[in-house]
């Protein structure tokens, strides 16, 4: 019995971002797409989202022209292709504060937002600093840090320390401290709701970019002794990256295809997809009991 769907949506994508950023010590091993996307979660009378993208205007546009972003859409279209809309959205679960995942929470009006206390506070301290140093808000709007203390005196920010379960039933928030970012997050879904799940999924934010970070250079699931390789860009450190990994791995049973990478364009090739009139990717993760597809 599957109590969650769940959708990786595609709202924009850069068509050549370095390899070194996405897989540590790639430097001469060129270029990949890097799909822009968040993830939907459908399911017990909820609509919950990791992440939010961002807005395309001010300096969220200049990120995105900076990074190369195209085919930008708002999440009214991205999530209108599987009939939702960002006003039905009830939560939503920040894994960190990058543009590209935290830059658009104004689209929704009526979500509860979770992140962690060490994320917000962290990035609040990194503005605070000299512009000598600002290579440390590499990637951040500052704007979205102040969005996001806005909602806090709206009453719809949690800020989370550490691991949390059942934020919703099934649903638990775990912590990967100074790595990807100071307090980056993953979303663990357990769709049978056991403590020991054979049926769970991890949504890993930025912590895991590409299959390859997981399963080795190539991403070859059927390699009998993998070997973890971090995310190039970290705040924190790799070693972080790379015990993260393991604590998500062992969630899943060492499962690596549960271990769903956002960033990754080759979901395409594991999950059903479908792209979209505008050109973007569908993928469905899975779906609850009597959901029907939005991918067939």
């Given at each position: 019995m599957a109590d969650y769907s769940i959708w990786v949506l595609e709202y924009s994508f850069v068509t050549n971002y370095h390899k070194s950023g996405?897989?540590?010590?790639?430097?001469?091993?060129?270029?990949?797409?890097?799909?822009?996307c968040y993830a939907l979660i459908k399911g017990n009378g909820r609509v919950a989202m990791v992440?939010?993208?961002?807005?395309?205007?001010?300096?969220?546009?200049?990120?995105?022209?900076?990074?190369g972003v195209e085919n930008w859409r708002s999440p009214e279209v991205v999530l209108g292709g599987i009939g939702l809309k960002p006003a039905d959205v009830d939560t939503v679960f920040v894994t960190h504060a990058h543009f590209d995942h935290f830059g658009n929470v104004e689209d929704f009006p009526n979500a509860t937002f979770y992140i962690q206390e060490r994320e917000i506070a962290k990035w609040a301290w990194a503005m605070s600093l000299p512009d000598r140093m600002r290579w440390m808000m590499?990637?951040?709007?500052?704007?979205?840090?102040?969005?996001?203390?806005?909602?806090?005196?709206?009453?719809?920010?949690?800020?989370?320390?550490?691991?949390?379960?059942?934020?919703?039933p099934g649903i638990?928030?775990?912590?990967?401290?100074?790595?990807?970012?100071?307090?980056?997050?993953?979303?663990?879904?357990?769709?049978?709701?056991?403590?020991q799940s054979s049926d769970s999924w991890v949504l890993a934010g930025d912590l895991v970019y590409v299959f390859d970070n997981i399963e080795g250079p190539g991403g070859a699931v059927d390699v009998a002794d993998p070997i973890y390789v971090p995310v190039g860009l970290a705040v924190g450190s790799q070693t972080n990256?790379?015990?993260?990994?393991?604590?998500?791995?062992k969630q899943v049973g060492y499962e690596a295809r549960r271990v769903i990478p956002i960033h990754e364009e080759r979901l395409r090739d594991r999950f059903p997809s479908r792209i979209t009139a505008d050109g973007l990717r569908i993928t469905e993760i899975c779906l609850a009991d009597g959901e029907p597809s939005r991918v067939s």
């Open positions: 996405v897989l540590y010590g790639a430097h001469n091993q060129g270029y990949v797409k890097l799909p822009y992440d939010v993208g961002y807005n395309d205007k001010d300096y969220g546009k200049v990120l995105g022209d900076r990074f590499t990637a951040v709007d500052p704007g979205d840090i102040v969005r996001g203390l806005d909602l806090a005196r709206q009453r719809r920010l949690v800020t989370v320390d550490g691991a949390r379960a059942e934020v919703l638990d928030l775990h912590a990967a401290f100074d790595s990807h970012t100071y307090g980056s997050m993953w979303v663990t879904v357990r769709n049978d709701r056991q403590a990256l790379v015990l993260a990994t393991e604590e998500m791995m």
